[in-house]
């Protein structure tokens, strides 16, 4: 069983559509980051939670720490947000860091 | 500050040769982390490593592969004997101390992409 759940695994969306992408973990964290990835490209950090909610432009994370889950919400969505998101967790045990699969998102104009 | 810097961008090599690929944390991080990203697939951890120590090998293929730190210069991913099977990305990140501000900061580098011929 991986330490960290992402869902969906791919995900088309029209242009302009609101898009949420879930995380779910099983080990207690010291942090949540939020990646991504194009295509042949390399690993940007979008996002670091350790509690609530963050916001940069059309991008929204939170984290419910009770739950041990986290949503990145993409809002009027655009083609140039095609990439592969990833969901990885600091464990709090260690500094051992647990990655998702990924989410890949294709947004058709 | 320049960042984790990873080089070769892209190395190409043939079966049975060796490949090594070097990774330099962001200054102040002393905890470098390396993954491997098979075509379509996502990251898989590889090993974790202080400075001079290997703090978790468990993602390793137990021959072939070795890693390092050294007390001076950059880590160090050896994979010897490469087969097709290990083209690959293979990312580096760094983080800082747990006691020091920003600790759960994961900065990467831009990967080493290795071909086996």
Redesign the interface.
């Known amino acids: 069983k991986n330490e960290v759940e992402q869902s969906p695994q791919n995900l088309t969306a029209q242009e302009g559509e609101f898009i949420t992408i879930n995380c779910s973990y099983s080990v207690g964290i ?2 949540l ?1 939020w ?1 991504q990835q194009h295509p042949g490209g ?4 979008l996002f ?1 939670l ?1 509690s609530g909610k963050k916001k940069h432009g059309r991008l929204i994370a939170t984290i419910n720490i009770q739950e041990k889950h986290s949503s990145l919400h993409i809002t009027a969505s655009h083609p140039r947000d095609s990439a592969v998101y ?1 969901c ?1 967790v ?1 464990s709090n045990t ?9 989410t890949s998102l294709t947004v058709i104009p | 500050n320049a960042g984790v810097m990873q080089n070769p961008r892209h190395l190409v090599r043939r079966r049975g040769q060796e490949a090594r690929l070097r990774c330099s944390p962001m200054k102040g991080h002393s905890h470098v982390y390396w993954y491997r990203q098979l075509p379509e697939e996502g990251l898989k951890f590889m090993v974790y490593l202080q400075k001079e120590n290997i703090i978790d090998e468990s993602g390793m293929p137990k021959e072939r592969f070795s890693a390092e730190f050294p007390k001076e210069g950059p880590s160090i991913l050896r994979i010897q004997q490469v087969v097709r099977g290990d083209s690959a990305a293979y990312f580096c990140a760094s983080s800082p101390d747990r006691g020091n501000p920003g600790a759960n900061v994961l900065t990467f580098g831009a990967g080493s992409r290795l071909t086996v011929l």
């Open positions: 010291s942090a980051h990646l390399g690993i940007v950090s670091m350790s990833i990885a600091l260690g500094n051992q860091f647990y990655f998702g699969t990924g």
